[in-house]
């Protein structure tokens, strides 16, 4: 700097330091003088946006904002006390008093008392949480999968959402799934100024992290990129900004939980894991360790935490208990694991006194009935964030239904009462005499697949659990000998594929792993043979695969882009029929297949606006009922399939449901029908930590 220029810089930093103070003084007057909290608040923001280096003038706008906020009886005043404390500790009196502040705040006595839980955000429509909240509470990530699974930041406080990833194409026209880009989990740094995040690229995710200083959209650093990592998903970051807790799975479907250098991506391997990995990882407040959760068993519900060193040197089991237990982390003091336990018979809030590395005296209880669909992370000042979730869930309805008609012959009624919003994918047993379906239950690492099983004369209901469970399940049909299931998903083990479960015992086995294996799929009625959609290696066009049940020899029955995922077999087995889907995925045509090869033809075909689609085979598989959407008008038609003209049976109403299902009989009908949405809502407890000792 050359000494003539230094009066320009006094007077430029003199200028922004007054101009600060002016608003300053503004927004006091603002607030005192006119009796207008909210006015104020909008001048003391300004203030402290106009401060910069300014830092005393920023700390005392922060604290009489905060001010206002109680007035106003809004509780975002304690994030900005918190915010005082956390980035002006320098300022003497402003953090004395954001301290005093916090204290009054905070109500006295133990663990129990004054605990306060509260609805903080509702989430917009396509958000979907895959991380923490940042150390003060302030800041909320998210993905938005309405603007094609690119990542924002929500402020708490203001309300307003910054983009921190573009790039995003999920769901987007004409993208297929080997072209696919979007965000998935994220940890914020310690002094949240920094975000790391995993990237799916199509084939595999990598790891990158953004600096959330100033505005606008960041530049991202890529800082792990390996062609043996499938997926990984980061935690957490040490205290010291250096190593990032990460838990990944391997191209060879093997699990492992790690470190990651923040500054040059190297990874370090901690632990071979089972494949559903720890629902959450989190450094001890010294760095020397890392908690996790994980399954205790192959295929059920327990979990226990255990503490691993960051060099690797030695592991201990900190929670250990016959119940699922969850992480949710460390108390701000790092002297306490807390998590959520089943063992009392329902989900509660507990704590594990840790001291050098082991856990000391026994798990105490917190919080009773604590109902968490998914864990946020702890604030620098003890506030719990969760996630309550309801995903969109389906129940399972039975009707009569008058062909003819085409209408109920009364109001259908819910099937199954148990579990409600978590039953989907009814299939009638060959005999007609039972009615199974899948039931998804729990949430995040100990969600478990059940399925129950109704015999229609008794009305009873049993359940099977499948062993291997499955991490993800999306169909279920009967076997043609009524003895076993036949299912799509990815089991425990990590393995996507077809897989037959014995109705009796549960125990699932792999009728052909892999990725073109995950589709929906469907047995014929002799048991002889296997149907399923198979997507081919372009990633735009389906195969309609037959696979022989003996032999393993397949042969493709038809090929086509646009294809659904999902084929239904005629009650004769000659016939196969699939939909052909547009852009947004809605059927628009009806394709017939023969089983034992020849051409396929369209039975419908929809123009314009219109839809057309499967409704039902008839009974002895020699004619199938079809559908065409007209705006809101339904017509239904009779096709037979060995040719013949179409017959309009009649206009019906539409039905709100899906996995139709009907009876041997040709008349009972089960149906999957959507639940009750509820938006998905971010929730805190606060005061629930006991008083800090003053004495170490």
């Not at 006194?353 to 919080?367: D, H």
């Not at 949430?443 to 099977?464: F, K």
Request: glycine share 10%.
């Amino acid at each position: 700097m050359r000494l003539h220029q230094l009066p320009l810089i006094l007077t430029s930093f003199t200028a922004l330091f007054a101009q600060a103070d002016v608003t300053l003084q503004l927004a006091i007057r603002k607030e005192q003088l006119e009796g207008d909290p909210k006015g104020a608040i909008a001048l003391y923001e300004k203030a402290v946006a106009e401060a910069k280096a300014d830092r005393a003038t920023a700390a005392k706008a922060l604290v009489r904002m905060a001010e206002c906020y109680q007035k106003l009886g809004d509780v975002e005043s304690r994030k900005i006390y918190e915010w005082v404390l956390r980035d002006y500790a320098d300022q003497r009196e402003p953090a004395k008093q954001a301290q005093i502040q916090l204290a009054a705040l905070r109500p006295k006595g133990t663990a129990n008392a004054g605990i306060v839980n509260r609805r903080v955000w509702t989430l917009p429509e396509g958000g979907d949480i895959f991380g923490s909240v940042s150390p003060d509470g302030r800041y909320l990530p998210y993905v938005n999968w309405r603007k094609f699974g690119d990542l924002y930041l929500h402020d708490l406080v203001t309300g307003n959402d910054r983009q921190l990833t573009t790039g995003g194409n999920d769901g987007k026209p004409g993208v297929g799934k080997s072209e696919s880009q979007y965000a998935e989990e994220y940890a914020f740094s310690r002094d949240g100024k920094q975000l790391v995040y995993s990237w799916f690229r199509g084939d595999r995710y990598d790891l990158r992290i953004v600096n959330l200083d100033g505005q606008g959209l960041p530049q991202f650093r890529r800082i792990l990129d390996n062609e043996d990592v499938d997926w990984i998903g980061p935690h957490d970051w040490s205290p010291d900004g250096k190593w990032i807790a990460v838990s990944l799975h391997r191209q060879d479907k093997s699990a492992q939980i790690g470190v990651v250098s923040a500054q040059d991506g190297t990874l370090r391997i901690l632990k071979s894991v089972d494949w559903r990995g720890p629902t959450r990882m989190n450094f001890s407040a010294d760095g020397r360790f890392v908690a996790y959760d994980l399954p205790a068993s192959e295929s059920g519900q327990q979990r226990d935490i255990f503490l691993i060193a960051v060099d690797g040197s030695r592991e201990t089991g900190a929670v250990i208990h016959a119940s699922n237990d969850q992480l949710l982390g460390w108390t701000p003091d790092g002297t306490r694991l807390l998590f959520l336990s089943d063992r009392t018979g329902s989900s509660g809030l507990w704590s594990q006194r840790i001291e050098s590395g082991k856990p000391a005296g026994a798990a105490e209880l917190v919080k009773t009935e604590l109902a968490i669909a998914a864990n946020m992370g702890i604030t620098s000042s003890g506030t719990l964030y969760y996630w309550s979730h309801r995903p969109p869930g389906m129940d399972i309805h039975l009707g009569t239904f008058d062909m003819e008609k085409g209408d109920f012959v009364s109001p259908p009624v819910q099937l199954v009462q148990n579990f409600v919003g978590s039953n989907s994918s009814p299939d009638w047993s060959p005999d007609g005499k039972r009615v199974a379906w899948i039931s998804r239950r729990g949430n995040g690492g100990s969600r478990v697949v059940v399925i129950g099983v109704r015999a229609m004369e008794t009305g009873d209901v049993r359940e099977v659990m499948p062993s291997p469970n499955f991490q993800l399940f999306w169909s279920l049909t009967w076997s043609a000998d009524g003895k076993s299931f036949v299912g799509c998903g990815r089991d425990f083990k990590g393995r996507n594929g077809i897989f037959r479960i014995d109705a009796e015992t549960g125990m699932s086995s792999l009728i052909m792993e892999g990725a073109r294996a995950s589709a929906y799929a469907v047995e014929s009625p002799d048991g002889k043979s296997l149907y399923f959609p198979s997507q081919v290696s372009d990633g735009r066009e389906v195969a309609v695969v037959k696979r022989d049940l003996r032999s393993g020899e397949e042969s493709v029955l038809f090929q086509r882009a646009n294809l659904e995922r999902g084929a239904v077999v005629s009650p004769d087995g000659r016939h196969l029929l699939i939909h052909e889907v547009n852009e947004m995925r809605m059927p628009v045509a009806v394709v017939l297949i023969p089983t034992a090869g020849g051409g396929p033809r369209e039975l419908m075909r929809a123009t314009g606006t219109e839809l057309a689609s499967f409704f039902a085979w008839g009974v002895d598989g020699r004619s199938v009922v079809l559908r065409k959407r007209i705006g809101g008008k339904v017509e239904r038609w009779r096709m037979p399939v060995d040719g013949g003209q179409p017959q309009k049976i009649a206009e019906m109403k539409p039905i709100n449901g899906n996995n139709l299902r009907f009876h041997p009989d040709g008349k009972q009908m089960v149906f999957s029908v959507p639940a009750p949405r509820k938006p998905s809502e971010i929730w805190t407890l606060e005061n629930f930590l006991p008083e800090p000792s003053s004495s170490k």
